[in-house]
Nanobody, 128 residues
């Protein structure tokens, strides 16, 4: 069974940091582009960051540029999202999504990942 599992979400104060992890099971991430999306109550779902299968193409939403960093470790079959200088508006459920690379045009753009396989999500709450 193909699955993605997110972890690392937590309650953190503004200005703090978190690292989210996305682990794949049942398949190898090497051939997949990966995206991190978030959903906050009352807000539209947002593609936060995406990375191509090779890691050579990366996209960040304007709202997180300079604060978030996406990375992948294909040897460990993992993708990460390092989030620094967190703000209350970063609160939401964060999902990772995998989509086979042949169906994802380059340069990568997060909306092109949305039709892939989704994980169950991990809650991030930024609050004092």
């Amino acid at each position: 069974q193909l699955q993605l599992e997110e972890s690392g979400g937590n309650l953190v104060q503004p200005g703090g940091s978190l690292r989210l992890s996305c682990a794949a099971s049942g398949f190898t991430l090497d051939y997949y582009a990966i995206g991190w999306f978030r959903q906050a109550p009352g807000k539209e779902r947002e593609g936060v960051s995406c990375i191509s299968s090779s890691g050579g193409s990366i996209h960040y939403a304007d709202s997180v540029k300079g604060r978030f960093t996406i990375a992948r470790d294909n040897d460990k079959n993992m993708v990460y999202l390092q989030m620094n200088n967190l703000k209350p508006e970063d609160t939401g459920v964060y999902y990772c999504v995998a989509k086979y690379r042949s169906t994802v045009p380059l340069p990568i753009w997060c909306p092109d990942i949305e039709g892939g396989l989704w994980g169950q999500g991990t809650q991030v709450t930024v609050s004092s």
